[in-house]
């Protein structure tokens, strides 16, 4: 069975870290993304790991702040996100694509996808 499971959302305050994990199993995929949406708007492109290269992909809004990385000894493909502000506050996803797709910053480039975690960050 093939999941993808985050965790480590949660209600912080701007300028605040979190830290959050994917844990993938069931199959081995070549680009590792992070996505976000909040309510009434669309799913927004955060982040990728290329698993092959370690290549990494960051959108404009999150430069900077954000640093996606892969722990091996875990198997988890992390999202560390620091200076967090309110226009931060989202359902953060995380997406597995099995074929290794050029077009990491698009939704339909990704296979599986996780449940979803919740990050509020209050002003």
């Known amino acids: 069975q093939v999941q993808l499971v985050e965790s480590g959302g949660g209600l912080v305050q701007a300028g605040d870290s979190l830290r959050l994990s994917c844990a993938p199993s069931?199959?081995?995929?070549?680009?590792m993304g992070w996505f976000r949406q909040a309510p009434g708007k669309e799913r927004e492109f955060i982040a990728a790991?290329?698993?092959?290269?370690?290549?990494?992909t960051y959108a404009d809004s999150v430069k900077g702040r954000f640093t996606i990385s892969r722990d091996s000894a875990k198997n988890t493909v992390d999202l560390q996100m620091n200076s967090l502000k309110p226009e931060d506050t989202a359902v953060y996803y995380c997406?597995?694509?099995?074929?290794?797709?050029?077009?990491?910053?698009?939704?339909?480039?990704?296979?599986?996808w996780g449940q979803g975690t919740q990050v509020t960050v209050s002003s």
């Open positions: 997406a597995g694509d099995l074929l290794g797709r050029a077009k990491v910053a698009q939704t339909t480039s990704y296979d599986y």
């Open positions: 069931g199959r081995t995929f070549y680009v």
């Open positions: 790991i290329r698993r092959s290269t370690g290549d990494k």
